[in-house]
């Protein structure tokens, strides 16, 4: 990987002057890198990793199994993009395993996602079955650690 977007995929908030110095390169260059990457696609987006609870952001989160039937001359690819599509789906991969699609969804509650489940997922033609996960608690997102309160789980040794 190119040692700038190595050091944007590890922190976005990095300014191109900061860029700059760490790549030995003019701030001019890096900018014009950067544009050329989202130009042609490369750099897609850019966001903060957000600790929720603390944020005071209520959502509800699950990763749904979904098994499919490949379509003929479109195989997944139409159906992973057509459920990729809804605004509750965060994330849609091709998985190799007991089922074909894992599609992250988040809502605001639990009858918001069981409602996409149930009348939108489940009752799409080439949806053979859904199994759905919620997430209960997030200690890593995204190579970042959730880090809350430390409790020291050891007994106090005394004299």
């Known amino acids: 990987m190119d040692a700038l977007l190595k050091l944007?995929?590890?922190?976005?908030?990095?300014k191109p002057a900061?860029?700059?110095a760490m790549l030995n390169l003019t701030e001019a260059e890096v900018t014009a890198k950067i544009k050329q990457y989202e130009t042609v696609g490369v750099i897609l987006g850019y966001r903060a990793i957000l600790h929720e609870e603390r944020a005071g952001?209520?959502?509800?989160?699950?990763?749904?199994?979904v098994k499919?039937?490949?379509e003929r001359e479109g195989g997944f690819n139409r159906l992973a993009d057509r459920i990729a599509k809804y605004d509750e789906v965060r994330s849609c991969y091709?998985?190799?395993g007991g089922y074909d699609l894992l599609v992250v969804v988040e809502g605001r509650n639990l009858r918001d996602v069981a409602t996409f489940v149930s009348e939108k997922l489940a009752t799409i033609s080439g949806v053979l079955s859904t199994a759905t996960?919620?997430?209960?608690?997030?200690y890593k997102e995204q190579g970042v650690l959730m880090a809350g309160e430390h409790r020291d789980e050891r007994l106090a040794?005394?004299?």
Do not use: D
């Not at 996960?133 to 997030?138: A, Q, S, T, V, Y």
């Open 18 to 20: 900061q860029l700059a």
């Open 68 to 70: 499919i039937t490949p």
């Open 157 to 159: 040794v005394t004299p």
């Open 133 to 138: 996960h919620f997430m209960l608690k997030p």
């Open 8 to 14: 944007l995929h590890e922190n976005a908030a990095l």
């Open 57 to 65: 952001v209520e959502t509800v989160r699950a990763v749904i199994e």
């Open 94 to 96: 091709l998985m190799s």
